[in-house]
């Protein structure tokens, strides 16, 4: 069993929608499919917390913008028997819980910071919520699964980190039976295993919560589809020169994610390296491209 993680840009468009579901179907079953938030929406989601904090209430008009692009995709790539059900949950997210949320920001200006940060929270949880809606609906043999009920964080060091024990715990009742079949897994979002209020993993974290499956589940390989070739053996944008490199240890691809390569979050690394199990960084706009595999030696 594979573990596929799709970044922002890879569930961004319809077309780059349509591009995971032709390189899923080509995979065996089962297979576990992780995905970000539709490209862009977490740093508006974010943005529209600020803006109701300042009292701006035109953070509703973007939340009416999000809601036709996510409506759209599901007109253009969810299959027929699933489209008005995902239509339906997309719009029960924003009325019943998006919207309520934005206007207690706005409408509460006496609310505790640690309250803010408790909303402010729960909300940008719903990039990857609606997202995962959208997936689950493209493929007949789609099972949606929700990481708010497997993945769990603790306070630490002023932050939180991720309660290993506990999410390995979890994890391994509800991925018990995989039986066939897309699994499909929201990246990044979390609860704290106390409160049991929403948390996530840091910014770019969907890479870790697919790093985290692949090794509690002992998966074949970790596959993260992006949008660029690989590794580069310099940044292309100042480097045109630059080249994939086809192949790195787990200890090379640590130091270039610590040296601030955007390719894959940081903490994604240790989970798997832990079992040895190789990650492929792969171009969901561009997938018979080698792209760069990451092993033990
Ligand atoms: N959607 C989250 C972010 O933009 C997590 C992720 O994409 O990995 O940071
Ligand atoms: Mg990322």
């Known amino acids: 069993m594979k573990v596929m993680k799709f970044g922002g840009t890879s569930v961004g468009s319809i077309e780059s929608l349509l591009n995971l579901k032709n390189i899923v179907n080509a995979e065996q079953r089962p297979v576990v499919v992780v995905v970000s938030a539709m490209g862009g929406f977490t740093n508006q989601l974010l943005a529209m917390c600020e803006q109701a904090q300042q009292r701006d209430i035109s953070c509703l008009d973007t939340l009416e913008a999000a809601r036709k692009r996510h409506h759209d995709a ?5 299959i027929e028997p699933m489209r008005q059900q995902v239509h339906d949950t997309i719009d029960r997210f924003i009325d019943e819980s998006l919207k309520p949320y934005y206007l207690a920001l ?24 609606l997202s995962s809606a959208i997936v689950a609906g493209m493929f007949e043999d789609g099972t949606p699964h929700l990481s708010l009920n497997y993945m769990r964080t603790r306070p630490d060091a002023g ?21 066939d079949g897309v699994h499909v897994v929201q990246g990044f979002i979390s609860r704290d295993k106390e409160s049991g209020a929403v948390t996530n993993l840091g910014r770019g974290g969907s890479d870790y919560t697919a790093a985290i499956l692949a090794s509690l589940l002992d998966a074949e390989a970790l596959e993260i589809w992006t949008d660029v070739d690989g590794f580069m053996t310099a940044d292309p944008r100042t480097h045109p020169d630059a080249t994939v490199i086809p192949q790195m240890t787990y200890e090379q691809a640590q130091a270039m994610c610590d040296a601030g390569a955007k ?23 561009n997938p018979s491209a080698p792209g760069t595999v990451i092993v033990n030696s």
């Open 74 to 78: 599901v007109d253009g790539v969810v």
């Open 159 to 179: 932050g939180r980190v991720l309660d290993w024990d506990e999410t390995a715990r979890l994890v391994k009742a509800d991925f018990a039976d995989l039986g």
């Open 106 to 129: 706005a409408t509460n200006p006496h609310m505790p910071v640690d309250e803010i940060e408790r909303v402010c929270d729960a909300i940008v949880a719903h990039g990857e919520i």
């Open 263 to 285: 390719v894959i979050y940081p903490p994604t690394i240790a989970p798997v390296a832990m079992k040895r199990i190789p990650v492929w960084v792969k171009n969901t706009f």
